[in-house]
């Protein structure tokens, strides 16, 4: 294995960047586990990655007037509409999402304020955490690194 002071700038770069971002997740897997004790909703959000998935699909500001289906949501999270249809009927007896109300989109759910306004909170505490860390000081240069690459790579 190479010494640190062996390595390219652009070596470097990577490993602060993939040192920040082990940090960075470190740091969101012990939030999110205080959480999950804390809140009934973050621990059936947080319990699978599907349902965690299904929680970022329902609240997207592009259907937050209509709402989804469960086969538009199956569809975009690419998950069989059968885990789509239990996550469904499991969120709407909990209170998280509930039926449109329009007699023409009956079958389009809509995520609850309680929910929106709890993953607002999340991307707030995703962008405060990344920027109060010193985490994207530290590692923003391998992103830009490889803007450049592709840049020069189209030219």
């Not at 897997?29 to 809140?39: A, G, L, Q, V």
């Amino acid at each position: 294995m190479k010494q640190r002071n062996e390595y390219s700038i652009e070596e470097h770069a990577k490993f602060d960047f993939l040192d920040a971002q082990a940090r960075f997740e470190l740091q969101l897997f012990k939030d999110r586990e205080r959480w999950i004790k804390e809140s009934s909703m973050s621990a059936y959000f947080q319990s699978t990655r599907i349902k965690a998935a299904f929680a970022r699909q329902i609240i997207l500001w592009e259907h937050r007037e209509l709402g989804q289906t469960v086969k538009m949501i199956a569809n975009d999270l690419e998950i069989p509409r059968e885990t789509i249809s239990r996550i469904v009927t499991e969120c709407h007896a909990a209170g998280y999402i509930y039926r449109n109300l329009d007699p023409d989109y009956q079958r389009y759910w809509l995520p609850s304020e309680k929910l929106v306004h709890d993953m607002a909170k999340y991307a707030e505490y995703i962008a405060t955490t990344w920027l109060n860390s010193g985490f994207y000081e530290s590692s923003s240069i391998y992103p830009e690194l490889i803007k450049y690459r592709e840049m020069k790579r189209k030219a």
